[in-house]
């Protein structure tokens, strides 16, 4: 039988089937994973399993993140020769190399997990209509990148939940689909590159790929989920899941990861675990009815401040605030943030000092090994006040965030050495107090606008009153 229930007339003819395509993009790994069960099904096994280096989009990410999609090949390719296949690697634009490989194999489907970004979604019409012309099929899966697919769960007035409270109600009524049937593979004989050599890896930064995700998954739901609503927000314990980046690049399945977090009878751990998992669909169906959120304010404001210089000194983590600057320093070494100093770093940029949360967002999307642009772009307005929050003009003071947060301060002290020595959290949060000779002789910037309200610049910044 064909993925779609249709009899496969090459098998009952008993002549070896045209091969299909399963053109991988942010779903690398073999479990769970519809598009490669498809393309293996229609195909009687034989599938091309394909994954082109888009040349449009690797120049712009950072060392770290091209080292993740690197190991994360690299598995693919042994998970793939596990079940009889093998990774075939491509490089250059995706819809003439698909089209190409089409060509050399003979074959008519492609099987490709549907995207939301306004890219993804011109790139699937292009691929389309370019095997269209060719006489091939372009087949389209849904619930690869999220566990709901975006538009499926809609109010009755629009395309699109923009409240995610109400979208979370209904999503967590809705059914999970059924986990993917891992396939047996033969690869046509077909050339491919050399995958390339992600290199040493680096302290401190997380290693791709699906067997390392899956390791890391199967340790935080037996010992860390239960206790996720008490500790999710505490700097200094880093005791989040660290799971955004294989989810980003579909090392793991969401809907897996839900249905082991035990969604249909959570305790309060797993339940905040899956309202994080929830917050990703909700991104994903605003950003498919608004692909336009990349680049364009939700919710219209006033002008952004201009100040290359505060910006530089954010993006470096020498802004002054300790907590700010811990933030930005552990994104720079480790290619990931915690979660709360996510939302305390974009606050300060976008509320404290004005400036454009595009700028903020197109620094995250570079360095972050999760740079998941839905989520980015999308928390990225829900602080700057242009997006979905019911409260955009809400300001997270750094100050009041710091001392809930990192109380003793050992987030801060470590990724800001200059403050290692300090025990006193009222210092290591605000060593201004110390005196400016104290701040020179520990080679630490004194802060670049007052949090309460000052100038910068020459401009008045906005006040950072403590909402939280």
């Not at 940029?349 to 700028?359: A, C, F, H, N, Q």
């Not at 999307?365 to 928390?379: E, P, Q």
Request: proline share 7%.
């Amino acid at each position: 039988m064909g993925w779609n229930g249709t009899v496969n007339q090459t098998s009952l003819l008993g002549t070896s089937p045209r091969p299909v395509v399963a053109l991988f993009t942010r779903d690398l790994r073999v479990h769970d994973n519809p598009v490669l069960t498809a393309a293996a099904e229609s195909g009687a096994g034989h599938t091309v399993p394909l994954f082109v280096l888009d040349d449009s989009i690797l120049p712009r990410i950072s060392g770290p993140r091209r080292r993740f999609l690197q190991e994360s090949l690299a598995d693919l390719d042994a998970g793939l020769r596990r079940l009889g296949g093998r990774l075939v690697l491509r490089t250059g634009d995706v819809v003439a190399e698909v089209c190409r490989v089409a060509v050399e194999t003979g074959a008519t489907e492609v099987h490709l997990a549907r995207d939301v970004t306004g890219y993804a979604q011109a790139r699937q019409r292009r691929l389309a209509s370019a095997l269209q012309a060719q006489g091939a099929v372009l087949h389209l899966h849904d619930q690869i990148h999220t566990i709901q697919p975006p538009g499926e769960l809609r109010p009755a007035d629009r395309d699109y939940y923009s409240v995610f409270t109400p979208y979370w109600r209904r999503w967590a009524e809705a059914p999970l689909r059924a986990a993917a049937v891992t396939p047996r593979l033969t690869v046509p004989d077909i050339a491919g590159l050399p995958l390339p050599d992600p290199g040493p890896v680096r302290a401190g930064v997380l290693r791709g790929g699906e067997t390392v995700g899956r390791q890391r998954a199967r340790q935080w739901l037996e010992h860390t989920v239960e206790r996720y609503e008490e500790i999710h927000d505490d700097l200094a314990a880093d005791a989040t899941s660290k799971l955004s980046p294989y989810l980003h690049f579909g090392c793991l399945s969401a809907t897996g990861l839900a249905a082991r977090a035990g969604r249909d009878h959570p305790g309060p751990g797993p339940l905040a675990f899956l309202r994080q998992l929830c917050w990703r669909d909700f991104h994903h169906q605003v950003l498919a009815a608004r692909p336009d959120a990349v680049h364009t304010d939700l919710r219209p404001r006033g002008e952004w401040a201009e100040d290359p210089e505060a910006l530089a000194s954010w993006a470096e983590g020498r802004t002054g605030i300790p907590i700010v600057d811990a933030g930005m320093r552990q994104l720079a070494a480790e290619g990931w943030m915690h979660n709360r100093a996510r939302l305390i770093t974009a606050g300060f940029l976008g509320k404290t000092l004005g400036i454009d949360w595009r700028l903020g967002a197109a620094h995250f999307a570079l360095h972050l090994l999760d740079a998941d642009v839905a989520n980015n772009v999308l928390n990225w307005q829900w602080v700057a006040g242009t997006g979905m929050d019911t409260r955009p003009n809400r300001v997270l003071n750094p100050l009041r965030q710091a001392a809930r947060y990192d109380p003793t301060g050992e987030y801060v002290r470590r990724y800001v050495p200059e403050l290692a020595d300090l025990t006193d959290p009222a210092h290591i949060h605000q060593p201004w107090r110390l005196g400016p000779v104290s701040l020179r002789q520990r080679g630490y910037t004194a802060p670049i606008v007052e949090v309460s309200g000052g100038r910068v610049g020459g401009r008045t910044v906005a006040s950072a009153e403590a909402l939280f």
